[in-house]
């Protein structure tokens, strides 16, 4: 089944554009307010890949029928991604920057799983306001539940990526630096 990319791309924008938004507000929030913790990966693959994946499919693809769980998760996401960026570089000085660097090798799958996971979920998310708005409106939330399917396959997919990755390989990077 092809991946419907085209018809998300007012809620892949959107995704994107609040996930850079959080990331930037958590940035600011995070210099002018440090906290001192430690980051710690995890060490265990299936339960790692397990949270990530049902997030997805609960906060992302089915939590448009709350209409603000996917928004929540992407901004929560990008505020763990700041936070954890400050701490690093306030820690490490220049070393931490280059720490970040290496959390962004599964990273990078796992915010992009979030973005589409969370794009599903607000096209279902608009279809719900709409209906509450004009209800004369044909609107057909299963549909978009079952069109959104492949967009959230592929998040799970992108997924298990990432935890091979942060369980396999970011903890050999960390350790060579």
């Known amino acids: 089944m092809r991946v419907p990319f085209s018809e998300y791309k007012h809620e892949l924008a959107f995704a994107t554009s609040l996930w850079i938004f959080s990331v930037l507000a958590g940035l600011l929030w995070y210099t002018m307010f440090p906290e001192h913790f430690e980051v710690a ?15 997805a499919i609960v906060y992302g693809w089915l939590g448009g029928l709350t209409v603000f769980l996917p928004m929540y998760w992407i901004f929560v996401n990008a505020l763990n991604v700041a936070r954890v960026l400050v701490a690093l570089t306030s820690a490490h000085g220049l070393a931490g920057v280059a720490k970040f660097t290496a959390l962004m090798i599964h990273g990078v799958p796992e915010w992009a799983a979030l973005i589409i996971a969370a794009a599903a979920g607000l096209r279902v998310a608009r279809e719900v306001v709409f209906w509450f708005v004009k209800r004369e409106r044909k609107t057909d939330v299963k549909y978009w539940l079952l ?8 998040a799970v997919v992108l997924l298990l990526i990432a935890a091979l990755l942060e369980i396999y390989v970011t903890p050999k990077v960390l350790a060579g630096l």
């Not at 990966?41 to 997030?55: E, H, I, K, V």
């Not at 069109?147 to 592929?154: I, Q, T």
């Open 147 to 154: 069109r959104g399917a492949p967009l959230v396959a592929l």
């Open 41 to 55: 990966l995890p060490a265990d693959f299936w339960a790692t890949f397990c949270n990530n994946a049902g997030l």
